[in-house]
């Protein structure tokens, strides 16, 4: 059974640094992402990287303040949010497919995980 299980999220403020992460189990897979839903909006893109790594991309709110990686050890994803602004308040989802291009939109993704809120009060 595959399982996405987030945690990390919470409650800052403008300028503080958080970082999301996710343990991903039950197969391989070729690519990872970050999607966020801010409130009363679509969800939308956040961040991809292909399983191996070296091919990140960001949505381009979030370039040069975000960093998406994961740790082989433990198969765990993580989104580093640095420089934190109010409006990347939403819920955030980890997501994971099985091909290895980075997928930017919701019809790349085969797996979800449940979504954590990160609010970040000005």
């Known amino acids: 059974q595959v399982q996405l299980v987030e945690s990390g999220g919470g409650l800052v403020q403008t300028g503080d640094s958080l970082r999301l992460s996710c343990v991903a189990s039950?197969?391989?897979?070729?690519?990872y992402a970050w999607f966020r839903q801010a409130p009363g909006k679509e969800r939308a893109f956040v961040a991809a990287n292909t399983w191996r790594g070296g091919r990140a991309r960001y949505a381009d709110s979030v370039k040069g303040r975000f960093t998406i990686f994961r740790d082989n050890r433990n198969n765990t994803l993580y989104l580093q949010m640095n420089s934190l602004k109010s409006e990347d308040t939403g819920v955030y989802y980890c997501a994971a497919a099985s091909d290895s291009k980075p997928p930017s939109e919701e019809s790349g993704i085969d797996y979800w995980g449940q979504g954590t809120q990160v609010t970040v009060s000005s």
């Open positions: 039950g197969r391989t897979f070729g690519s």
